[in-house]
Structures are given as structure tokens and as C-alpha cells.
């Protein structure tokens, strides 16, 4: 039996990609993401929505307050910065 070890295969790494409204950009390189998702409660069967705010890394600072982006998860850039945008 031989094996191929030519090829290593990486194993594939899975980013969150989120979209939300940027609710600040007065940051140097970092903006504000207001993510509004729906949840149901389990009893009641109710619906209400819940937002999360996330600091961006934005490169360029091309986003302005009010701009619907998308971003995905990175490696962290600072003590609160985990995600980037993507353009």
C-alpha cells in the first residue's frame, strides 16, 4: 500500500460572512456594523429582533454611516477587531 503524500490538503477554513448597516465610521480604518437577525421565542412562539454591533476593519475608509456592507471573520487585528470587510 502506498500512499500519495504528494499533495497535502489544508483543511478548509470556515469564515462567518455577516451584512449589516454601518451605524459609525468616526474610526481611523474601523466602522461600526449594526446585524439585525430575527429569533423566535421557544414558548411563546413570538418573533423579535436582535442586534448585534461589530467593529469592522475597513482599509480604505471608504464606507460611510448608513452603507449596507458585508464582512467576514478574520484574524484578530485588535483587541476588539475581528472581522474585515470585503470589497
Same mark, same amino acid.
Given at each position: 500500500?502506498?500512499?500519495?503524500?504528494?499533495?497535502?490538503? #489544508?483543511?478548509? &477554513?470556515? +469564515?462567518? +460572512?455577516? /451584512? !449589516?448597516? &454601518?451605524?459609525?465610521?468616526?474610526?481611523?480604518?474601523?466602522?461600526? &456594523?449594526? =446585524?439585525? /437577525?430575527?429569533?423566535?421565542?421557544?414558548?411563546?412562539?413570538?418573533?423579535?429582533? =436582535? %442586534?448585534?454591533?461589530?467593529?469592522?476593519?475597513?482599509?480604505?475608509?471608504?464606507? #460611510?454611516? !448608513?452603507?449596507? &456592507? /458585508?464582512?467576514?471573520?478574520?484574524?484578530?487585528? /485588535?483587541? %476588539?477587531?475581528?472581522?474585515? =470587510?470585503?470589497?
Amino acid at each position: 500500500m502506498t500512499a500519495k503524500l504528494d499533495k497535502q490538503t #489544508k483543511p478548509e &477554513v470556515i +469564515r462567518r +460572512r455577516l /451584512s !449589516g448597516i &454601518v451605524v459609525s465610521d468616526k474610526g481611523d480604518k474601523t466602522i461600526i &456594523v449594526k =446585524v439585525d /437577525s430575527v429569533k423566535i421565542h421557544p414558548k411563546y412562539k413570538k418573533r423579535y429582533t =436582535v %442586534s448585534h454591533r461589530y467593529q469592522v476593519h475597513d482599509e480604505k475608509n471608504s464606507h #460611510k454611516e !448608513g452603507d449596507k &456592507v /458585508s464582512f467576514i471573520e478574520c484574524r484578530p487585528l /485588535s483587541r %476588539s477587531k475581528r472581522w474585515r =470587510v470585503i470589497d
